[in-house]
């Protein structure tokens, strides 16, 4: 069952910022948020993770907020090649089976000239 | 660095014949994965490799479904024999800690 939830579709212009938001509310403390992007005919594209701290990349920056159940993926400067499904997914620092990633849905992002 | 390997891209075969995918994952990658994408849904993971051992399988449907990873580099998945449900993208991922995964392109499998 996948633990977060996320909005089905958004649409940004090209060059703003991308904001997409994802709700976790029965992350446990021992929890990363991972996120990952998949672009049509292509197989799924690590952006980031980060377990409490805001945590920034050459691709995109992630927001935690305090109680950890909820971020927000931030792309600042979306282009056209941003268009893609965007998961977010919770998964476990523990070894083990709870190490797996719980797939969901993901939001379509449409990035428009 | 190149990226993880998939072949074949796309496959067509009627129902009840057999089918492998093969994947070379990134040299220095110990974690392999494999996963079955239905059009429309997330990744579903079959099954999961530290080295050649299988260390998560439960997701594999084992009356049809067989893996390997010889040597712990490359893996193989095999079908046999395939239902027209088995029809989907198969993705195969490594990972170099176990955290953050890269994904080949996939292979396409339609059952006719």
């Known amino acids: 069952d996948a633990k977060t939830t996320q909005p089905p579709s958004m649409d940004c212009a090209e060059g703003r910022a991308a904001n997409l938001p994802c709700n976790h509310s029965?992350?446990?403390?021992?929890?990363?948020v991972y996120w990952y992007r998949q672009i049509h005919s292509q197989g799924p594209q690590y952006i980031i993770h980060?377990?409490?701290?805001?945590e920034t990349n050459e691709m995109a920056s992630l927001i935690i907020t305090e109680d950890r159940k909820s971020s927000t993926l931030i792309l600042p400067h979306a282009t056209l090649r941003d268009t893609a499904v965007y998961y977010c997914?919770?998964?476990?620092?523990?070894?083990?089976?709870?190490?797996?990633?719980?797939w969901g849905l993901g939001t379509s992002l449409a990035v428009n000239p | 660095e190149a990226g993880v390997v998939q072949s074949p891209r796309y496959k067509i075969i009627e129902k009840k014949q057999p089918v492998a995918f093969w994947c070379n994952p990134i040299s220095g990658h110990n974690t392999l994965y494999w996963y079955r994408q239905n059009l429309g849904q997330g990744p579903e993971l079959l099954i999961r490799y530290e080295n050649e051992e299988a260390v998560d399988d439960s997701q594999l449907p084992k009356d049809r479904f067989s893996a390997e990873r010889l040597k712990g580099v490359d893996s193989t998945l095999k079908i046999q024999p395939a239902e027209l449900g088995d029809s989907a993208v198969y993705l195969c991922?490594?990972?170099?800690?176990?955290?953050?995964?890269?994904f080949g392109p996939g292979t396409r499998l339609t059952v006719t």
């Open positions: 029965t992350i446990s403390g021992n929890e990363y």
């Open positions: 991922a490594s990972s170099p800690t176990g955290r953050e995964q890269y």
């Open positions: 997914i919770v998964r476990s620092s523990n070894a083990g089976n709870n190490r797996k990633l719980i």
């Open positions: 980060g377990l409490k701290n805001n």
